[in-house]
Structures are given as structure tokens and as C-alpha cells.
């Protein structure tokens, strides 16, 4: 398989990377033959027009495939498929190059995701202090950046710098929501690229095709959650997921006095807790184990750790910390993306709109709460899931932003 089969729904920023692709590897190939003739190393000038360019900005909706498309281009850089020198398309999917890039053990391109709030200056120094080198393999040394939007001021300034003079063969893959969540000053000097959200078709094909998840239960899965592949992959393989769907989406229906309000927002936060808390079961201990038998602490022993060495324990745990916040943080998201969906139903009922239901598992709770409201009550409501998430992100406690949240449902 290629390397965009699990782009979905993207025909044309395939078709821009593809050409950008095939650029790339005509840049390489002129170089290895200038050296081959005697001529100066170094990077020859890019042919006119060329598609190919240092720095891209990969945005979209949640789900769209941002990351996906970066990794899959990054992949395509790398490719060293014989079919290529012959005229093929880079990015066959199979030769080395690809394969370890896609699997992330290719030595040239470093994928950046970060579990928690923000990415600051010493990460980001880091990275450009990578992207300094010449790759390894002699192709594309490639930094693919998949949480762009979460840098500090600070580590944006640091990266603008490597963006505005980049070594020769370094390319940056930065990915964002939006260009609003990039500095002026980078996105500037990227090239932009905008994700499309797939249409719910395309995310059953490769659900039911690369999962093996059975029809049905994929076209819910991707029905519920409006073209989000990941969501709707997990959504489809985990029953606890589905069950913590449920439950919110049996929230509208809780909320008829005060007394129901902050009950029904306890739970939602509590849910989010847990949830934080299992990753943190599953993670942290086997983390913690290893850095101690790295630093020298008999492992499984609990034994001292070497002179000096406290410190780094402390900053592994503080990393932990900040993650089970924002995995926290990233639940009642989800959590509320979902109740957004389901207002949105509602909504669609009220005004008598031809737009496909996509909690069809709840069409009785949507009919009761459309029937018994107005479509401008429902837009109030609405606007106060996203006044609830504004609030998250501007990090107002959980459980206060969320109590707001419910009261303003119940007031309508």
C-alpha cells in the first residue's frame, strides 16, 4: 500500500504532497549527481516552480487526518523505492525508507507529540538542535511536529528562528487546529495546507478495511463521531468508551433541578479523573521502574537512588503530573464534543433540517428535548458547552467550569 492510503478524504492535499514528493527527491537526486560529477556538495538550487518547500503548516478540524498526512509526507521523503528512480511517485509504502518512517524508527525524521499542556523552550531547542544535522541516510532530515499549537512564546520564538534560516534538506512538519493557533511569524513562512473533515463514508471503508471492525458497528462509530478517525476507531474497539459516551449523552435528560445539575457535572469530572487516573496506572509505575533502574536503583527494590540523581526523579514526576491533567482535560473535552453533537441533533430536529441525525442510538432523549425547547433555547445551550471549554482552556477548576455549564442547560 502507498503511503496516503490512510489519509481519508483528502484527495487534494494528497495529490499536493504526492507532487511536493516527487520535487523532494529531484532535489536529492540532482544533488548525488552533482557530487557524483566532481561538482561542489551542497544543495542545488531548486528547479522552477518547485513544489517542495522547508516549512509546512498542516491544519484542520479534530480528526481530519493533520498528523496523518504530515507522517505519510515525512514517509514519502524517505522513500527509497527502486520504482522512484524509474519515474515512479515516492512513498510506496514498502521499502525501508517508509517503513521505519511510518513505524518511527527512521533515523531521520523525529515525531514530536506532547502528553502534556505545553511544549516550552527547552523541548523546542532541542528540536532545533536536531534539525541542525545532515541526515543521516543522505535524504531529508524531518521534524514533524504535531502539537505546533501548544508551544510557549517562548519556544515559538525559538523555533521561528530555525524556521527562517533552516539547514539545507531539514523540513519542519508543524500541525495545528487552525493558522490562528500559530505565530503570525511562522505561519508566515509555511506552506499551508487545510484538512477537510472526512465524510463518514470514507472513515467506515477504512475502518472495516485496514480495523477489520464489523460494518455496523463502524458506520455508528463514524456516524457518532462526524468524521473523526480516531475517535470513531476507538469508539469502536472500546466498550468503555462507548459506555462513557452513554452516560454523557444521558446528561440532557439530568438536569431539571439544581440539585441534578451539579450532580450530573460531579460525575462528568469524576469520569474525567478516573480516566487520568487509569492512564496513570498504566504508564507512570512502569516509567518510574525504568528511570529508576536506568539511574542505578536496583530495580522492583525501592533502593536509594545515586547521589545527584533526585532531581531528575522529581522533573519525570512533575511530567507525570502535568500529563494526568491534561489527559484530564482532554476527557472532558471529549465529553463535551459529544454533548455538543448531541444539541446539534436537536437542533437539526427543531428546524426541521435534512442533515442526518448521528446519535440515532438516542433519537427518543432528542425528540423529548427538541420537543419540549426552542432552537434558540438550543443555541443558548449550545454556546455554553463552548463557554464550558473556553474556561478549560483558560484553566478554570474542572468542576466549577463545568457546574456553570450544567446550571446554563437547565436555564436553557
Request: charged share 25%; proline share 5%.
Amino acid at each position: 500500500m502507498a503511503v496516503w492510503d490512510d489519509l481519508v478524504g483528502q484527495e487534494r492535499v494528497t495529490a499536493q504532497l504526492a507532487a511536493a514528493a516527487r520535487d523532494a527527491d529531484a532535489i536529492v537526486t540532482a544533488e548525488a549527481e552533482l557530487e557524483a560529477a566532481g561538482g561542489a556538495p551542497g544543495e542545488p538550487p531548486e528547479p522552477t516552480a518547485s513544489k517542495m518547500t522547508h516549512a509546512w503548516l498542516f491544519t484542520g478540524p479534530p480528526g481530519s487526518g493533520r498528523s496523518t498526512a504530515a507522517r505519510a509526507f515525512a514517509a514519502a521523503l524517505q522513500c527509497v523505492s527502486p520504482d522512484r528512480a524509474l519515474g515512479g511517485a515516492p512513498g510506496c509504502g514498502f521499502c525501508d525508507g517508509c517503513h521505519t518512517a511510518l513505524v518511527g524508527t527512521h533515523a531521520d525524521v523525529e515525531v514530536v507529540r506532547t502528553d502534556v499542556l505545553s511544549i516550552g523552550v527547552k523541548e523546542t531547542r532541542e528540536l532545533v538542535r536536531r534539525a541542525q544535522l545532515s541526515p543521516a541516510n543522505g535524504r531529508w532530515q524531518v521534524i514533524v511536529l504535531e502539537d505546533s499549537d501548544r508551544l510557549t512564546e517562548g519556544a515559538g520564538n525559538v523555533l521561528l528562528k530555525a524556521v527562517e534560516e533552516p539547514a539545507p534538506r531539514t523540513v519542519w512538519l508543524l500541525c495545528a487546529p487552525s493558522v490562528e493557533d500559530v505565530l503570525p511569524t511562522i505561519r508566515s513562512r509555511c506552506r499551508h495546507l487545510t484538512l477537510r473533515t472526512p465524510p463518514v463514508d470514507a472513515v467506515v471503508d477504512v475502518l472495516v478495511r485496514r480495523d477489520g471492525i464489523a460494518p455496523d458497528l463502524a458506520a455508528s462509530a463514524a456516524r457518532a463521531t462526524q468524521g473523526h478517525i480516531d475517535r470513531a476507531r476507538r469508539l469502536a474497539t472500546d466498550e468503555r468508551a462507548r459506555e462513557r459516551r452513554a452516560t454523557v449523552l444521558k446528561l440532557p435528560l439530568r438536569i431539571d433541578d439544581v440539585g441534578g445539575c451539579l450532580k450530573a457535572a460531579q460525575e462528568l469530572v469524576d469520569a474525567a479523573a478516573e480516566d487520568a487516573k487509569q492512564v496513570a496506572e498504566e504508564v507512570d509505575a512502569k516509567e518510574t521502574e525504568e528511570l529508576r533502574a536506568a539511574l542505578g536503583a536496583a530495580a522492583g527494590t525501592g533502593g536509594r537512588l545515586p547521589r545527584g540523581m533526585a532531581g531528575v526523579m522529581k522533573d519525570l514526576q512533575d511530567r507525570q503530573k502535568r500529563r494526568a491533567t491534561r489527559t484530564q482535560r482532554d476527557t472532558l473535552d471529549l465529553a463535551l464534543t459529544d454533548l455538543t453533537g448531541f444539541y446539534r441533533d436537536v437542533l437539526a430536529l427543531q428546524l426541521g433540517s435534512s442533515v442526518a441525525i448521528a446519535n440515532t442510538e438516542v433519537q427518543d432523549a432528542l425528540r423529548r428535548v427538541a420537543e419540549n425547547s426552542t432552537s434558540e433555547r438550543t443555541l443558548r445551550r449550545i454556546e455554553a458547552i463552548r463557554a464550558c471549554r473556553e474556561a478549560l482552556d483558560a484553566n478554570v477548576a474542572p468542576l466549577l467550569a463545568v457546574e456553570a455549564m450544567t446550571m446554563a442547560l437547565r436555564a436553557g
